[in-house]
């Protein structure tokens, strides 16, 4: 009986202390789809010709409608707490402003040719948005791994 006891208490505990995951956001999936849109922005600096570029545009646009609706999804949500709400309310407006440099600063310079611009605006505000961005997906509940998430050549 003392062992059942003990098991029971370790188990509430463990419940107790463990913060409870809202079905409202799902930070990884937002982070993930973000990284995804971010890694073919990098490989279209890299890519060879137009239709490559084309390629990796349209991953981007993929990507970036995902993270788009997962916002829509977790803010229609009745069950999202309203700090979280608030908090993504932020992560979109950030989202918002770096999509927004995205496509029309860095994609047209790509495109056009100028890759030293491009890279220019994504070494300066997009990484300052890039990071404000993870934090709050952290916030959110976002696991980060830094070895695979570098921060330096933030698109």
Do not use: Y
Request: glycine letters at 4%; a negative charge.
């Amino acid at each position: 009986m003392r062992k059942l006891m003990q098991v029971f208490f370790a188990l509430l505990v463990f419940f107790l202390c463990t913060p409870i995951a809202h079905a409202g956001i799902d930070a990884n999936a937002i982070k993930s789809s973000m990284m995804v849109a971010r890694e073919n922005l990098v490989a279209m600096l890299d890519a060879p010709d137009a239709t490559a570029q084309d390629k990796h545009q349209e991953e981007i646009t993929k990507a970036s409608q995902l993270v788009d609706d997962a916002i829509a999804a977790a803010l229609a949500d009745t069950e999202t707490p309203p700090e979280q709400a608030a908090k993504l309310g932020e992560f979109q407006q950030v989202w918002g402003a770096f999509k927004k440099t995205r496509d029309e600063g860095i994609i047209p310079a790509i495109k056009a040719g100028r890759k030293a611009d491009a890279k220019q605006l994504a070494t300066t505000i997009q990484l300052e948005r890039v990071k404000k961005m993870k934090g709050i997906l952290v916030e959110l509940g976002a696991t980060i791994n830094p070895a695979s998430e570098p921060d330096q050549d933030c698109v």
